[in-house]
């Protein structure tokens, strides 16, 4: 919500799309989402650039092993740093900048299941994450519903802030604070 409030462009593509597939006199249910691309390519872009574990989740190898030269001891504590990864220059062009539309063209190929080195918030491998089909589908819910039912205001001409404090878990250092005003002409969708 804070990076499409903040590219007003991209939001306005989002709520077209909205538009288009749902309509105004429906509200959004789980057989839109397959048809959702741009959305789709919104919560893989804020995934990349937000990414809710930003270290995965430590792993620790149970014998000692070499992977590419490096040894890695039995026991010792690993972190994946996916949050610099998904940053990295080498792998995205402009990647602080917010732009959706980098996954229009990949969106097969930039999955969630790990198997992009340059792309995986739900980690890789044997632990990966087993909620992503469920974390996929409500993210896509609640942000299609929440942006097809309203437009949002901020309040007092306040300016969006992402800045974020990174932790085991990444949060906003300020919530997001917003305004909501009905824009369905259909009242029903707010019962
Ligand atoms: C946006 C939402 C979510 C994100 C970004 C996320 C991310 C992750 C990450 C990065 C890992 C560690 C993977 C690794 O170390 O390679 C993980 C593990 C896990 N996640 Fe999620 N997750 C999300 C939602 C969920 C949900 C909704 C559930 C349950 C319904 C869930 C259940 C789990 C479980 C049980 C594990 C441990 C798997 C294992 O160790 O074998 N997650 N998740």
Not at 50 to 58: N, T
């Given at each position: ?23 105004d ?83 097969e ?69 917003v ?9 029903m969708?707010?019962?």
């Amino acid at each position: 919500m804070t990076e499409l409030l903040r590219h007003p462009n991209k939001l306005r593509r989002v709520v077209e799309e909205l538009d288009a597939i749902i309509g105004d006199q429906n509200i959004v249910e789980e057989f839109h989402l397959p048809r959702l691309l741009y959305l789709e390519a919104v919560v893989k872009e804020t995934l990349r650039i937000h990414p809710p574990a930003p270290l995965l989740m430590p792993h620790t190898p149970s014998e000692t092993i070499v992977v590419a030269g490096y040894t890695i001891p039995k026991n010792s504590n690993i972190l994946f740093n996916v949050w610099a990864i998904q940053r990295d220059t080498q792998f995205w062009e402009d990647p602080l900048q917010f732009e959706p539309e980098r996954f229009l063209n990949v969106i097969e190929k930039k999955n969630y299941k790990g198997n992009s080195f340059d792309f995986f918030p739900f980690g890789s491998g044997r632990r990966i994450c087993v909620g992503i089909s469920m974390a996929e589908r409500i993210m896509m819910l609640v942000l299609a519903t929440l942006l097809h039912c309203f437009e949002w205001e901020l309040p007092n001409g306040r300016k969006p802030d992402v800045k974020e404090q990174l932790r085991l878990v990444l949060s906003k250092v300020e919530p997001l604070l917003v305004v909501p005003i009905a824009r369905s002409s259909n009242s029903m969708q707010y019962q």
